[in-house]
């Protein structure tokens, strides 16, 4: 398995979920999965789509600039850094932002959101 594969099609498959069907994100997180928006902490994959799903814009779109990834114990983790823009509907504006996910293999062979941190980063 190459490792900037598996990277690089999460990301274009996490933020095309996002940007189409927020609610669909669920299978990618498990009861134990931690985001962190802007601060709050939210746990568990019900929480964590609840939260996505009640933010306060119905469409966006994402603009991927970098993805960074490292092997990350226990073995098959990976963590992945993402940076960009997102664009909110009826915005003339992007915003910039940052996303750091800690993916976990599955025994089927996948890998779901062990943690998320989300970050907008002001100018």
Same mark, same amino acid.
């Given at each position: 398995?190459?490792?900037?594969?598996?990277?690089?099609?999460?990301?274009?498959?996490?933020?095309?979920?996002?940007?189409?069907?927020?609610?669909?994100?669920?299978?990618?997180?498990?009861?134990?999965? *931690? @985001?962190? &928006?802007?601060?709050?902490?939210? %746990?568990? /994959?019900?929480?964590?789509?609840?939260?996505?799903? $009640?933010?306060? !814009?119905?469409?966006?779109?994402?603009?991927?600039?970098?993805?960074?990834?490292?092997?990350?114990?226990?073995?098959?983790? *990976? @963590?992945? &850094?993402?940076?960009?823009?997102? %664009?909110? /509907?009826?915005?003339?504006?992007?915003?910039?932002? $940052?996303?750091? !996910?800690?993916?976990?293999?599955?025994?089927?062979?996948?890998?779901?959101?062990?943690?998320?941190?989300?970050?907008?980063?002001?100018?």
């Amino acid at each position: 398995m190459d490792p900037e594969a598996v990277a690089k099609a999460f990301v274009d498959h996490y933020y095309r979920t996002f940007d189409g069907n927020r609610a669909a994100l669920a299978g990618l997180y498990h009861d134990a999965s *931690m @985001l962190t &928006f802007e601060g709050d902490k939210i %746990q568990g /994959a019900a929480a964590i789509v609840a939260k996505l799903t $009640s933010l306060p !814009f119905q469409q966006c779109a994402h603009a991927i600039s970098t993805v960074d990834f490292q092997p990350s114990g226990p073995p098959g983790g *990976m @963590l992945v &850094f993402v940076s960009g823009s997102l %664009q909110l /509907a009826g915005e003339s504006h992007t915003l910039k932002f $940052s996303q750091m !996910f800690h993916l976990m293999p599955t025994p089927q062979g996948s890998f779901y959101v062990l943690n998320d941190i989300f970050r907008l980063n002001y100018a």
